[in-house]
């Protein structure tokens, strides 16, 4: 097992994974994100980055090479990083959380928002793979699911709610990372 310490942070879509990923920036954190992982094969396919087309790739990746796929493709980049303290964003399955904590030591956190709370936010956010409407939001939500994401959120080590300010889970976090030791 490497010497890195990672945190890996799950929670559905728009709950505030990234701002808190942000903050562990802040704390001198190395960020790696797995949806990026999709995002890049979705382009390298020269496929446009729509929420479908983008699923439907993750969902693809996922039957051909296993459930564990997108961890796989990022386990070199978190070899390769040099901090030791690296946070992974976008934990979606307990598989990806199993091939993680096979190689480094994994403090699992997840951020929680209500779905009215999450929907706004991925309207405002703009990303091209954001739903646009109520519909795209809960097949999104839906596929989230079906893949695991409620279970590693539901096993998580550490749990923050995020109805709230940028700055109050920004906080939130912090003082968590602080409490168990990893700043």
């Given at each position: 097992?490497?010497d890195k310490?990672?945190?890996?942070i799950?929670?559905?879509?728009g709950?505030g994974k990234?701002?808190?990923?942000?903050?562990?920036?802040?704390?001198?954190?190395?960020?790696l994100?797995?949806?990026?992982?999709?995002r890049e094969?979705t382009?390298r396919?020269?496929?446009e980055?729509?929420?479908k087309?983008?699923?439907?790739?993750m969902l693809?990746l996922r039957?051909?090479?296993?459930p564990?796929?997108?961890?796989?493709?990022l386990?070199?980049?978190i070899?390769?990083v040099h901090?030791s303290?690296?946070?992974v964003?976008?934990?979606?399955?307990?598989d990806e959380?199993h091939e993680?904590?096979?190689k480094?030591?994994v403090?699992?956190?997840?951020?929680?928002?209500s779905p009215k709370t999450r929907?706004q936010?991925l309207l405002s956010?703009?990303?091209s793979?954001?739903?646009k409407?109520?519909?795209?939001?809960?097949e999104?939500?839906?596929r989230?699911?079906n893949?695991?994401?409620?279970?590693v959120?539901?096993l998580?080590?550490?749990v923050?709610?995020?109805?709230?300010?940028i700055?109050?889970?920004?906080?939130?976090?912090?003082?968590?990372?602080?409490?168990i030791?990893i700043?």
């Amino acid at each position: 097992m490497q010497d890195k310490k990672v945190i890996a942070i799950s929670g559905m879509p728009g709950a505030g994974k990234g701002v808190a990923s942000e903050a562990g920036k802040q704390l001198g954190f190395e960020v790696l994100v797995l949806g990026d992982v999709i995002r890049e094969e979705t382009e390298r396919r020269g496929i446009e980055p729509t929420p479908k087309n983008v699923g439907s790739v993750m969902l693809e990746l996922r039957a051909n090479e296993g459930p564990a796929v997108v961890a796989k493709r990022l386990l070199p980049k978190i070899e390769n990083v040099h901090s030791s303290r690296v946070i992974v964003e976008g934990v979606r399955s307990m598989d990806e959380l199993h091939e993680l904590q096979s190689k480094f030591a994994v403090i699992t956190v997840a951020i929680h928002a209500s779905p009215k709370t999450r929907f706004q936010r991925l309207l405002s956010r703009k990303r091209s793979d954001d739903p646009k409407t109520w519909e795209v939001f809960f097949e999104r939500d839906r596929r989230e699911l079906n893949v695991g994401l409620g279970q590693v959120i539901a096993l998580a080590d550490i749990v923050l709610i995020n109805e709230g300010t940028i700055f109050d889970l920004q906080l939130q976090f912090k003082k968590e990372i602080s409490r168990i030791g990893i700043t």
